[in-house]
């Protein structure tokens, strides 16, 4: 089976091109704030973010948002200084990816993509810090860009995408599933292949490629499960994609808790309830940012 | 060039890092002590409960009031004041209804065909603590809604238990105020109640299909017979137990399923540490616990 998809999927997104590139700041800013802390230059930092003035403006709504600061920032040298680059590389790519697609082609809730993309980002980096994970931090881009599949599809397949969209509403079913049953691939096969293009470290393409199917991961396993299982937090307590799916899951059943289980000793310690009731606030949180975001 | 000390990975932080660390350590000994968990978004909700506990008690300082939770002679009567105000009017028709929404699309379908499999016909709900019986009733409706359809050719039974005798005699009367119904969409209005002046009475179709009894759920021997159900609701009531009792009735309750069967808590009651038999599940916007059977077969049909 694995040959013809591959093929109906390189030639159905033939048109990888038209997607938009990396903004050019992206890669050098990225590259600075890679190396070890001691080494990042604040002020070349700054520079690079000030010359695109809507990344920058995106940068400061975001960097104010109560999910990234308490403090309030009104520079991008604030921003540079206060968030430390972890973060700072985070909101970047949160900015970048906000202005990436328009919302009016996106046939759901219109800003269901970005609350699912910030709520997964976020609930991953909060389950990897509370089970312990080493550099939990890492985990953030992984989520944020795990569906990344779904723009390449609303933007490349944008009838197909409508079609599936309306069914998995229809059937109150995964849009991962409408994709396997309309389309034979699905935007794990797309968004991988535009990471490739755009060169994302291996970290994030195997989350991207395995989020839905974590057993099939050989690398990055750990991470692959936690995007997984926050993926379905999110979905189930209102960070899905603006519909109803009738997604039931028993997580210690699941295959990515017992993936995980083989990276993290004492997992069954894990208070899966009360994590559960934790993310109705953040649910708020979020929707408050994606609301700033979109802020003209 | 400045020194960056300051280019450092700073976590998330959550608007809990803004409220009074008194007021967490509240939250985190009522989810402790009861199970009850409130989000960060319900501090402005659990600051105004203590500051009434507060007037009460005659204190000045939060710190004070969680003194008096965790060290004051009258600590456990104290868990329970602070309880009441957390709970106080929670009781209405149809009160989660992303609960409802699990039970009937989910688990009623799910039960009912493995049942079918063995030619079962019958289910049996028991809401324990109905309290004045908005919820036994709740249930009922839904029920009567899928009467014509899922559950054609089915029996059902609605138990409802409450240990207080006011409270059944409510129940019987079925009579409510305006504040009851306010989660009632006009539809069920409609069809399942008469107006009485200020008042809505439910019509006997569905007084008719709830059974009510008196049940002290810290009786052991009353307890062992309460058993074959389909799935049990019981919400806010375990709360005001100890720990050891909690226990020895969440595992009643399990007893008291079927196997495949599911128990239903409040919308943020977690039995985490109470109960090793039971296994959570997450429904949409709901959780609950689900008593595993020995027959289900291994089904490759995972969520996606």
Redesign the interface.
Known sequence: MSVPVDEVLRSRVKNLEAMPAMPAILGPLLKCLDLP??Q????KVTELIARDKSIAAQCLRMANS?????SSIETIRGA????????LRDILWSSFLIRMAPRSEWPLNPNAFWEHSFGCA?VS??LA?KIGLPEP?KIYLCGLLHDLGELVNSMLLPDEFRSIAERAVRETI?L??AEKQTLGFTHCDTGNLLAERWNLPSDIRNVIQYH??PEQAIESAAFVAIVNLSD??C????MGYGY????????????AWSLLRKSVPHLENL????F???????A??IRRLVATAFQT | ??V?P??????????A??VDPTLIRVRDLI?KVCGI?L????FYFLNDRCDRRLKALKLDFLGSYYDALTTGSDRETEIRSLLNEITVGETCFFRNPQQLS?LR??VLPKIMESKAKLSFTRLKIWSAGSSTGEEPYTLAMILLEESASMLKGWNWEITATDLNDYSLAKCREAVYGSYAVRNTEPYYLQKYFQSQGQSYALIPEVKNRVSFSRLNLHDESKMLFMKGFDAIFCANLLIYFDGASKRRTVHHFYNGLMPGGYFFVGH?E????VSDEF???????A?AY?RPSFWEEVSDE???
Do not use: W
Not at chain 1, 246 to 255: G, L, S
């Open positions: 802390a001691e990042i230059e604040i002020e109560a999910l990234f600061s308490r540079v200084i206060t968030l430390g680059a972890t973060r976020l980096q909060q810090k931090e995964s991962y599933d839905h199917t379905f937090l979905r189930l307590r209102g109803e799916e009738m997604c039931v899951i028993d997580f210690q059943e699941a295959p208070d899966i309830a009360r559960t009731f934790e993310l109705d606030s953040e708020e949180e | 060039m400045p960056p300051t280019i450092t990975d700073q976590q998330v932080e959550s608007a890092e803004r989810y968990y989000p960060d978004n319900k699990a699309k989910v943020s977690s039995l985490y540490g296994r959570l599940v997450h429904f949409p916007g959780t689900y995972r969520p996606r």
